[in-house]
């Protein structure tokens, strides 16, 4: 086995571990591999050992990787900064748009994802702490996206995405995630297709999990550190 196939079954063990914890049915948890930075080499073994799911955030780089690997059935998702001139590569290439944060680019990745082929999946990024650094919506601005992005075509709301700051009093970390999960629920009791609270890294998964996360995207205690 190589050391990316150790560190998979090492984390799924993990985030079963705390499914278990807390009752959680452990196929609700999706696991997405986050590869920026890493090789299509590595990829291919982490898909070799299982791993269906993986997550970009440079969309050129993204692109390369995902020409490369096109004899592999991968399921591919964009959670990095998007300029709405990427929009269309990024509709072309990609299933999955974590990080929309606006109408301009929900609506320009609805029409360049052509109908022949399955919608787009989108989550809102969301940002519920005023970090000035960092993309995403505060509540009440992703709900009202929410509905914009319900009446577009070729594209499907599963949810929201979320990067919290990092926070060392467990109190204060499991206060951010829980803060998240409502804002997801809100949005799922208003639309039936939404069922993807996406929260959740290698230095916090576990916590997320445990506040109602069902797909944590985990790169570096898969692949090792980012040069
Ligand atoms: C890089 C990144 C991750 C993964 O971070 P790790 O700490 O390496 O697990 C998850 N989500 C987003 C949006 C990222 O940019």
Redesign the pocket.
């Known amino acids: 086995m190589t050391s990316i196939a150790f560190q998979l079954e090492d984390l799924q063990q993990e985030i079963a571990k705390t499914c278990a914890k807390r009752q959680i049915f452990k196929h609700n948890v999706r696991l ?1 591999a ?1 590869s ?1 930075r890493h090789s299509g080499e590595k990829i291919r073994q982490a898909y070799q050992a299982g791993q269906k799911a993986f ?1 970009e ?1 440079f969309v050129q780089e993204g692109i390369e990787k995902i020409q490369q690997l096109s004899d592999l059935d991968v399921e591919w998702h964009m ?2 900064a998007i300029q709405s001139r990427k929009c269309k590569d990024i509709a072309e290439h990609f299933d999955w748009v ?2 929309v944060d606006r109408l301009k680019v929900a609506q320009k990745l609805s029409q360049a994802r052509t109908p022949e082929r399955p919608p787009l999946q989108l989550c809102i ?1 969301v940002n519920l702490f005023n970090e000035q650094q960092k993309a995403g919506l505060e509540a009440k601005a992703a709900l009202q996206l929410a509905e914009q992005i319900q009446a577009l075509p070729n594209v499907q709301l599963r949810g929201i ?1 979320a ?1 919290p700051p990092k926070q060392t009093a467990p109190q204060a970390q499991k206060q951010q995630f829980a803060e998240i999960y409502a804002l997801y629920q809100q949005l799922a009791a208003r639309y039936p297709n939404i069922d993807t609270c ?1 929260m959740g ?3 916090d ?1 576990q916590a997320a999990i445990e506040q109602g996360s069902s797909m944590i ?7 090792g ?2 040069d």
């Open positions: 997405i986050v920026k997550a955030n959670i990095g974590q990080s990024q995405m990067l996406s890294m290698s230095g998964y995207r985990v790169g570096t205690t898969i692949f550190a980012r």
